[in-house]
């Protein structure tokens, strides 16, 4: 496993790796490091990661910014970030993070959210649908939302628009994840790609928004924030 990290202290790395390493050899993983002080290395290097741990305040560049230009070169690298201050919650989702810590570590939450990740990987989480003639797989975690239209549906993903000849109703039974709630008539969204949200309506990470009806508003929101602090958003 490819393991970044990008913290501008370096005795934090030093602690760092003693839990990552604690954790890798619970469960039988080989991790490479690969470590930076600052933002622009990161984004500078060439390199391929599988989870990137991120300090949310750094020097010249902090994490936030560092996430979003990577974002931006479409990279989807798994990003979870390292802070001291508990009220990013909200600013992290723009860049569809999958955690964030709080330092100082803890192995617990550093397990669970570990733990998260490669469960997240795993093959289950693809679903294998009929688009036009062919059969496409497509991972439940690149889901961003799915929009009914009449009696069929649009699943937009993080690189395209499918149309899925099939009632989101139905769609919405093949899915295994419980990250994706239906909002909406016309809408089931996914929390991981939530950026923000109002009483009227949730605005995703590719900018583009779903509707909230009324009647789902408090059935909504609660379930929002138990998936924020199931995710050690807290």
């Given at each position: 496993?490819?393991?970044?990290i990008?913290d ?73 970030f390292?802070?001291s ?7 992290v ?66 690189d ?13 039974a ?20 939530i ?40």
């Open positions: 496993m490819k393991i970044a990008c501008d202290e370096m005795r934090f790395h030093i602690e760092f790796k003693k839990y990552m390493d604690q954790y890798a050899k619970l469960r039988a993983l080989d991790i490479i490091y690969y470590e930076y002080t600052n933002g622009k290395d990161l984004l500078a290097s060439n390199k391929e990661y599988d989870v990137i741990f991120m300090d949310y305040q750094m020097n010249t560049l902090n994490g936030l910014d560092t996430a979003r230009k990577l974002r931006q070169k479409n990279n989807q690298t798994t990003i979870i390292l802070t201050y508990p009220n990013i919650v909200f600013d989702f723009e860049v569809n993070t999958f955690r964030f810590l709080m330092k100082p570590i803890n192995m617990a939450k550093l397990t669970d959210a570990m733990d998260s990740y490669l469960k997240s990987q795993d093959t289950s989480n693809y679903i294998m649908l009929k688009i036009d003639d062919n059969t496409k797989k497509i991972n439940q975690k690149d889901i961003i939302y799915i929009e009914a239209s009449d009696k069929y549906c649009y699943i937009r993903t993080v395209d628009n499918l149309l899925y000849k099939k009632t989101l109703a139905e769609l919405a093949t899915l295994t994840l419980d990250t994706f709630y239906r909002c909406h008539r016309s809408y089931l969204v996914n929390f991981n790609h950026v923000s949200h109002t009483n009227n309506d949730i605005t995703f990470t590719n900018n583009e928004k779903a509707l909230i009806s009324k009647t789902k508003l408090t059935g909504f929101k609660n379930a929002f924030l138990a998936h924020i602090k199931s995710h050690n958003f807290s």
